[in-house]
């Protein structure tokens, strides 16, 4: 398996609190992504990396932001949570972007807000 | 709209059964990738075919890509209770000059011993 760790891997909040949520891998891979999956919607990117303090935004950005200071942790935060944020969140890394390589995954976090 | 889409969103079939889960996507691609996702896990790659290929295998997998009719399927030979999972087809979707990987809804396989 990939070393992917994700923390913490299950977390509950309350509405308007911030979050943040790790991702930390040990490839040394230049891209990294986060994703959100929800029934109903599959699996939607939020922000990607392609490299340190290089991100954009994915197709659901809004009430996300990331930081990549070292290449080997991704950090997602949610600024001031809401109920619509409740969803399960994985990490991914890939060699390269271009989607010629695949993109291995974290086991996620299971993020709920009340 | 979802890029890829899978077809069924559910089978269930007894082991030693195979398993067929297809895929159809709307735009052209460069390569078509199907995941594996077990309860509670992340996803795991199975298989990456190029759009000027049209079958691959890898162990009891088989994947088939048709390009004229925008669809891929996967198929599971001898199936396993192992194999009981959500399969996923992905495909790259170019969208305001930058591309993103698209993954369909999935297709949940269970297999029952």
């Known amino acids: 398996d990939a070393g992917i760790t994700q923390s913490p891997r299950h977390k509950v909040t309350e509405t308007g609190t911030p979050v943040t949520l790790r991702c930390h891998q040990t490839?040394?891979?230049?891209?990294m992504y986060w994703y959100r999956q929800d029934p109903g919607h599959g699996l939607r990117l939020i922000h990607y990396?392609?490299?340190?303090?290089?991100?954009d935004k994915g197709e659901v950005s809004d009430g996300y932001s990331v930081s990549r200071s070292k290449t080997e942790d991704f950090l997602l935060t949610l600024e001031s949570a809401t109920s619509s944020q409740t969803s399960v969140y994985f990490c991914?890394?890939?060699?390269?972007?271009?989607?010629?390589?695949?993109?291995?995954f974290g086991d996620g976090t299971r993020l709920s807000i009340l | 709209s979802q890029q890829g889409e899978e077809d069924p969103q559910a089978l269930s079939i007894q082991e030693g059964e195979n398993a067929t889960m297809n895929c159809s996507y709307k735009?052209?691609?460069?390569?078509l990738q199907w995941y594996r996702q077990n309860s509670g896990r992340g996803l795991v790659h199975l298989i990456l075919i190029r759009s000027n290929e049209r079958e691959k295998h890898s162990g009891r997998l088989r994947v088939t890509l048709d390009t004229s009719k925008k669809s891929s399927s996967l198929l599971i030979t001898a199936s396993r209770a192992a194999d009981t999972a959500s399969y996923f087809c992905a495909t790259v979707l170019t969208q305001g000059g930058s591309e993103k990987l698209v993954f369909g809804k999935g297709t949940k396989l269970t297999v029952n011993p």
């Open positions: 735009t052209s691609i460069n390569n």
């Open positions: 991914a890394i890939s060699k390269g972007q271009g989607y010629d390589q695949p993109q291995h």
């Open positions: 990396s392609y490299g340190v303090k290089d991100t």
């Open positions: 490839e040394n891979h230049r891209y």
